[in-house]
């Protein structure tokens, strides 16, 4: 399946997407009672830890299974440095630092590099920027990993690199990946290295992704203890017949739950890629590896038999057509918690669609391509223009939600809050338990003054997803504009004791703590939120106010040089000067800090309170 998490549980349990249970990105949990590679190996005495890149991964919904360490912290750096919704391939290398410093041999350890995905956002210093640029950040990292966790190992690793999706990058009209099933998003690298498999041999024939977990099983001296879909690939390097399978499943119910459209199954044979779509895909590998003509026409009776073929696999898998999205993978299914997402609709299952057959995604595709386009518009200050662009779109494709959402954006940014509401009530209506669609209708109405009905929707996305940081801040923030400063403070705690970890969650905690006068409190809440983004100003402002206090004055100069730029620069180079001069009794150093402070004031009172400083000192 061309989605991330999907795809990922498929290689970590060698089991196909209906027979582990996760369908769709952010939504859903393993099944109970599946094992997990990490569940074998660690019954066999390894240490286990994952370091993962991407919110995607999330361990709600039940990927941590078996791991010692489960690292899926995405609230790292920066919001501008990676979309926030990921983590660099520099930043995973050094969480994996982190986290091998917690293992022993021997130990298995899953790296998830997100790069190259979009946005693609690698650093100046990789010559093109874009795709290729994404894919030497991911390469230098990947090497950095290697190195350390060889030394780790002692020099005995085993190494096994796959992807787990292509990027269509405008291959049959999808720029992104998760709505075709072509070789571009399908086709991906397995790479095998170390112990006995032998070096520079390559394997010609097609294998899967669920064969993985069992080869490594194997290459431990263990097994999986049931079934898998995939076997061990050992045999093909070691000259023995392999028992794997020549026909292989293929899936993506993105289309379905994504954008109402119709979801796409397949399978791949020696001779054929055969996509089961409203409009019938059939490509033939030897000519054609790259699926770029459709000769579904020309073989009609291979094109029945493999219809009928998928019919049969989905049986046995136990699929069915149109799956209900599952819930979003958080909190369990406490009795309270399910009552109270029924009365906010989230149980609902999407409608059937109004009229006719679903949308083939080969024909719901340009839409997509409208939609990127409107944000464009609407970035530059052309709402009105991204308006028009859309409804045309969205009648034509009025199953699909995500055209509603993008309307309903377009509609707010050009003032117009209730054609905004009417839109995104639905995208609600045929999406129900998509959160994003929720904080967008919790936005509308914050910004149309509806405050209480906006408190709400927030408070209904906290019970379907009690870690969603966006949501808790922006209850908390509602609360401090009323100056309730306890509810507040519930709010971030709450998500935090669910396990939502964030700098700016955490730093107004520690805020929230000095107004009480808690001053333990507020500096933990700060060093945590400074071991998340070491560069956040007010944390650093803080801390080094608290070191100052307990005379670590070395400690507090570095925190106050490293925040001598941005919002809070005068504050920080005001404090700079007190650390100098009464910490260390160097006039000099605070009358350079003192006059930095001048240059940087923001008005006119800061601007005397600095030159009164500098009129003070000896």
């Excluded at 979009?118 to 894919?135: D, L, N, T």
């Excluded at 899936?251 to 089961?276: I, K, M, Q, S, Y």
């Excluded at 997509?368 to 969205?394: C, H, I, W």
């Excluded at 003192?594 to 940087?600: G, Y």
Aim: hydrophobic content about 45%; charged content about 25%; overall charge neutral.
């Amino acid at each position: 399946m061309p989605l991330t998490l999907p795809s990922h549980a498929s290689l970590l349990t060698g089991l196909l997407p209906p027979r582990h249970g996760l369908r769709a990105n952010g939504l859903g949990q393993l099944k109970p009672g599946v094992t997990t590679l990490a569940t074998v190996l660690k019954a066999r005495g390894y240490r286990t830890a994952a370091v993962v890149a991407s919110v995607v991964l999330d361990r709600a919904h039940g990927l941590d299974r078996g791991f010692d360490v489960y690292d899926d912290n995405q609230r790292v750096g920066d919001r501008a440095a990676f979309d926030y919704a990921e983590r660099g391939a520099s930043q995973i290398a050094s969480a994996v630092q982190a986290a091998l410093g917690k293992l022993d041999a021997p130990f298995f350890l899953w790296v998830h590099l997100y790069d190259p995905h979009r946005p693609w956002v690698a650093p100046s210093r990789f010559a093109g920027g874009g795709y290729e640029a994404e894919i030497a950040f991911a390469d230098e990292a990947l090497e950095t990993v290697r190195r350390a966790a060889e030394t780790r190992a002692g020099g005995r690793l085993l190494v096994a690199v796959a992807g787990d999706h292509g990027e269509s990058l405008g291959a049959q009209g999808e720029d992104q990946h998760g709505y075709t099933i072509h070789r571009g998003v399908m086709r991906v690298p397995l790479v095998l290295a170390g112990g006995s498999i032998p070096r520079g041999r390559t394997v010609a024939r097609t294998v899967a992704l669920v064969d993985l977990a069992p080869t490594l099983a194997d290459l431990a001296g263990t097994r999986f203890p049931e079934a898998t879909d995939g076997v061990s690939l050992r045999p093909s390097w070691e000259g023995r017949a392999s028992p794997a399978s020549s026909e292989l499943w293929q899936e993506t119910l993105h289309p379905l739950f994504d954008a109402g459209w119709a979801p796409l199954r397949g399978l791949l044979t020696d001779r054929w890629n055969f996509v089961d779509a409203p409009r019938p895909r059939l490509y033939d590998r030897a000519k054609d590896p790259n699926d770029t003509t459709n000769v579904a026409a020309a073989h009609p009776a291979e094109v029945n038999a493999l219809k009928r073929r998928v019919a049969q696999r989905m049986a046995a898998l136990g699929d069915v057509a149109e799956p209900v999205p599952p819930l979003p993978a958080a909190g369990g299914d406490d009795p309270e918690r399910l009552a109270r997402l029924a009365s906010l609709g989230y149980l609902a299952a999407p409608p059937a669609p109004k009229r006719g057959a679903r949308l083939d995604p080969a024909d719901g595709l340009p839409g997509f391509r409208a939609m990127e386009r409107a944000d464009v518009l609407t970035s530059q200050g052309k709402a009105k223009d991204a308006v028009a662009l859309l409804t045309p779109y969205a009648q034509k494709d009025d199953s699909n939600p995500r055209l509603h959402h993008a309307l309903a954006k377009a509609l707010a940014a050009d003032s117009r809050s209730q054609a905004a509401l009417r839109e995104i009530d639905a995208a609600i209506a045929l999406a129900p338990r998509e959160e994003f669609l929720r904080h967008t209708r919790a936005a509308i109405l914050l910004a149309q003054g509806d405050v209480a009905k906006g408190k709400a929707e927030l408070e209904g996305i906290l019970a379907a997803n009690p870690r969603s940081v966006d949501a808790a801040l922006d209850l908390a923030k509602l609360a401090l504009e009323r100056k309730d400063f306890d509810e507040g403070r519930r709010v971030l705690e709450a998500a935090h004791a669910a396990g939502a970890r964030d700098p700016e969650q955490l730093a107004l905690l520690g805020t929230l703590a000095q107004m009480r006068g808690d001053g333990a409190a507020a500096s933990s809440w700060f060093e945590q939120a400074l071991a998340l983004r070491p560069d956040l100003p007010q944390a650093l402002l803080e801390t080094g106010r608290a070191a100052l206090r307990q005379g670590q004055v070395d400690l507090a100069v570095t925190r106050f040089s490293s925040c001598t730029e941005g919002p809070r620069a005068f504050e920080c180079r005001m404090e700079l000067a007190r650390a100098y001069l009464t910490g260390k009794g160097d006039a000099v150093q605070a009358r350079r800090a003192l006059e930095s402070a001048q240059a940087a004031a923001r008005d006119d009172r800061q601007r005397e309170e600095a030159l009164r400083r500098l009129q003070s000192l000896p």
